[in-house]
């Protein structure tokens, strides 16, 4: 290779105007989306990396491009809270709260119903950490003040519990978690940040899957974390930087999308989900329906005292009689619902759970989680009863 060969191309091309602005006349509905790992200053002397976005925006991409904050500005808008951080997934936050507040032989608690890579990461990493997370009942309301301890940092809700569907007391919880000088912090996932007034109800850390609803079209993923207090907005933001927990631009942009039609998607979901739940209490093949506004779900009183609405997420208790092949075969034989994880899109999906780890209310090998989506509703149904003949 020789120094001197001519360039085969104007190297101007590999050049872009540092400052790109819509060309004058050019107006568009959409939020723009900033990329940029490097972002430029004027003068040496202003170099500085900074996490905290309202003290210094725009120091690294890490901390977020306007794409992002955007993004958490309008979740943070969305659950009124005051400060909200974009991390890669739901799982992602997750960590994030569990690294801000708890460190070597502090106590955590968490629902024995928590997302499964929740409980996944507290036996796991965490445990070698030197963290101990305890799981307790989520029907548990007050009686949470027997198991708080002087180390106690971080008391976990989830509500519904995910594939059980259990709805918590979470003012109950969060008072006695407040009385033992514990953060509460509970995943929203559900509602979406909507359907439940997670502050109101004295959460003081909130997080969301932004993978479900907020994205809305399984093309995406993104979490977000959102609290109140300036201590807790602190010791979050060092530890997402710590961590280095930066989100795509491109994964915000369509999450702000998302946002613009989430409340119509939600409404939709909610009346087309309920149909198929009602129709699915009457069959003769379900032993139970695991949906936050039936009377069957475990905390409903409390689900009508506190939320103000449904999600399209629930779950079927078969009866006893149908093998877990012919459980699968059921699962097969759906044409509409799609075999698969996450939720929240407009694909609705089917998924047994035949080892479920619940100690305090288990369903055994019995439990299929479904997720209803903007089909109609009366083609689900005609779905769901032709598959029901696997299970005879
Ligand atoms: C999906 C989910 C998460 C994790 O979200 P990812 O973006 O998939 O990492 C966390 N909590 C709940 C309740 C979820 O359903």
């Given amino acids: 290779m020789t120094t001197d060969s001519p360039q085969p191309f104007d190297w101007r091309l590999a050049v872009v105007d540092p400052t790109p602005r819509a060309p004058a006349g050019f107006r568009s509905l959409v939020t723009p989306t900033s990329r940029g790992s490097t972002t430029l200053f004027e003068r040496a002397a202003d170099l500085r990396d900074d996490w905290d976005a309202e003290k210094a925006p725009y120091t690294y991409g890490l901390h ?8 958490g500005a309008r979740i943070a808008q969305l659950e009124q809270g005051r400060h909200c951080f974009i991390t890669p997934g739901g799982q992602a936050a997750i960590a994030l709260i569990y690294l801000a507040f708890c460190g070597a032989g502090d106590h955590a608690l968490l629902p024995d119903t928590a997302y499964g890579p ?9 445990k070698r950490l030197g963290i101990e997370v305890q799981t307790y009942d989520p029907l548990i309301g007050a009686g949470i003040a027997a198991l708080l301890r002087p180390n106690t940092r971080l008391v976990w809700c989830e509500s519904p519990g995910s594939a059980t569907m259990e709805i918590q007391d979470v003012p109950a919880i969060a008072a006695a978690a407040h009385r033992a000088g514990a953060v509460v912090a509970l995943d929203n996932t559900y509602a979406a940040g ?3 007034d997670a502050f109101a109800h004295g959460a003081d850390v909130t997080m969301q899957a932004l993978t479900k609803y907020i994205g809305g079209h399984s093309d995406l993923l993104l979490g977000s974390v959102t609290c109140r207090d300036e201590a807790h907005y602190r010791a979050l933001g060092e530890a997402r930087n710590f961590l280095g927990m930066a989100a795509s631009p491109d994964d915000c942009s369509l999450a702000l999308r998302g946002l613009q039609t989430l409340g119509v998607r939600l409404a939709q979901l909610e009346r087309g989900t309920l149909e198929v739940a009602q129709w ?6 379900v032993r139970t329906v695991l949906h936050p506004a039936l009377p069957s779900c475990p905390g409903h009183e409390i689900w009508r005292r506190d939320f103000t609405g449904s999600a399209s997420v629930f779950s079927i208790v078969l009866r006893d009689g149908p093998s877990r092949a012919q459980i699968e075969a059921f699962v097969d034989r759906l044409a509409l619902f799609k075999i698969g994880y996450s939720w929240g899109g407009v694909t609705s999906l089917a998924a047994p759970y035949f080892n479920l780890r619940r100690t ?3 369903y055994g090998d019995r439990l299929v989680r479904l997720n209803v989506g903007l089909e109609p509703p009366a083609a689900l149904i005609a779905d769901l009863e032709q598959a029901f003949a696997a299970l005879a």
């Fill in 64 to 71: 977020g491009t306007p794409t992002v904050l955007e993004l």
């Fill in 118 to 126: 929740n409980q996944g990461l507290a036996g796991g990493l965490l």
């Fill in 360 to 362: 305090l209310r288990p």
């Fill in 280 to 285: 699915l209490a009457r069959r003769p093949e």
């Fill in 194 to 196: 909507v359907l439940f």
